[in-house]
């Protein structure tokens, strides 16, 4: 699709005026919000209402699907710093209604050049630091991918230019945005570690406290950073003044005299960050149900994960069995395609990945028959093998543990244009607050990608440390067609079980005869195929007796690093049958989020 349409000029007047309004910044009310939007011209969902408005207006003007999946990312790098921004990395999913074809960005983080397998290893006792410290260190820092995504979904299929899609959200960050409990809360749990990094409290803890909730949070630095990169390009970040300064944070992190955390110092140069390109990759690919469900190929696990626990279900007949047993499938399922994803996916430059053979129906069901209706099968289960002669019920024979060290932070978003066009777009800093260390007066954290790898170099495992790999991701950015046309789009945050929350809202929606609001908002459990199900509360009260009975043990969800018991966010949309568009959110989780249509018929 070519560059903006006649009116592009006329088109960014009124949006910077919309977007600098001085009512908006004299009566700081919070945006409402609407977990359910249907209408038509478009639609954009996402967790937070800033950003979501943002990506409407962009469409309202004239954009498509890809400029406003650009100005909601950058939005969301205001609103929910501690989740996604320039610092991180992402996958981009994108269906293109003209040539009626999927196409992804892997725009995931990289190991610096002089990263080596054994980082993560205390030379004086020979094993992994703690996991606490490598989060807010210089060591896990990753080349961040995000801008360089954002730079080639506009080049390739966008009609805005890079500084005309940041423009709002640079007017965003100027103006501010109400704190709402959950970034206040996120910024607690994060402040004992932020205090220790001076250019972080500077930005983040004002007075030495998060800020209050109906206090308007601005971020100047933020904006002037989204503005020279405007000006200039994605060069004024991969080079310039800004890389520069990237690097030496990153090799040199700022900390407080009295700093408890080590806070070690990272591989990030400038060489790394002028040599990071994202990867157009094909997107993976099955059916299920008579649908095409796409998704994002490794270095995330997200499209073979999800595929291959798809495919795991189809002889299993989901729809017909009772909520129990369906319940009790889908968390079998899930375990087996995490045993395959432990044992073989990594980065594919690294790693010869068998994801046509992770993805086949063939290999699906022998792994299907593994399943047990009466019982829950002893976890760990062992890795399958995907090696293309396939019979019913072989059992695995190699059990791959290995601990799970991903965030539960992370942001999703769809959008979908009049034209037909859909993105479905998953970014992060990793943890919740990254790395926890701030680009002095940049206004942006840097992420904490690379404690995604496994930390201890073991021979075999596809995710070890490796100069220029991409840690293995889970983010799943999916889009659904029925009949070669969009009918589904979604995505979650949440680590690991990013995979079983895609899969278990679509399984809801598709099987368990739900809407997609009822599947968003149904109780989630995330089985990754260890010996405990971890789920929300309002599951185990649900489900906890009859899945007990069928062997399986629940432990209730939440980490050590936040307080929230929450297993993801979704963020979806579906194309209902008329041409319009249901736009769905999370009615609570991370505080709600919001979904609108360009022309509301309903909410
Ligand atoms: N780093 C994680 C991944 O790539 C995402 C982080 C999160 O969702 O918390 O899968």
Known sequence: MKKLVASLSAGALVLSALTASGAVASTPEPPVKNPTSIGFGGAVSSVDPEATNIGLGVLRLGGNAVDAAVATAAALGVTEPYSAGIGGGGYFVY??????????????????????????????????????????????????????????ALRQWGSLSLGKALKPAADLADRGFVVDQTFRGQTLDNKTRFAQIPPTAKLFLPNGDAPLVGSVFKNPELADTYKLIGKQGPSAFYGGPLAAEMAATAQNPPKTADAVLPVFPGYLTTGDLASYKVIDRAPTKVRYDGLDVYGMAPSSSGGTTVGEALNILTPQHLSQLTTPQALHTYLEASALAFADRAKYVGDPAYVNVPTQELLSPGFGAERSCLIDPDHAATKPTAAGSPDGSYSPCTAGTTTVERPDTEGLSTTHLVAADQWG????????????????ITVPGRGFLLNNELTDFSAVPVAGDPNRIEA????????????????????????????STIITTVLQTLTNRLDRGMTLPQAIAAPRASQRNTAAVTAEPPFIDA?????????????????????????????????????????????????????????????
């Open 95 to 152: 269906y293109n209604a003209k040539q009626r074809k999927v196409f992804t960005i892997d725009g995931r983080e990289t190991a610096p050049a002089s990263m080596s397998d054994t980082a993560f290893i205390n030379p004086a006792t020979g094993t992994a630091y703690p996991f606490a410290q490598l989060v807010t260190s210089g060591k896990s820092i990753g080349v961040p991918g995000t801008l360089a995504t954002w730079d080639s």
């Open 421 to 436: 066009n859909v993105v479905s777009y998953t970014l992060t800093i990793e943890q919740t607050g990254g790395s926890g």
């Open 468 to 495: 220029g790999k991409r840690p293995r991701s889970s983010m799943s950015p999916t889009i659904v067609l029925r009949g070669g046309k969009p009918f589904i789009a979604l995505g979650s945050p949440g680590g």
């Open 543 to 603: 489900y906890g007796p009859d899945l007990t009975a069928l062997g399986h043990t629940l432990v209730p969800s939440g980490d050590a690093f936040t307080s929230a018991a929450e297993i993801g966010a979704v963020a979806a949309l579906e194309f209902l049958p008329g041409g319009a568009i249901l736009a769905a959110a999370e009615p609570t989780r991370r505080g709600g989020g919001d979904a609108g249509t360009v022309w509301p018929i309903a909410k």
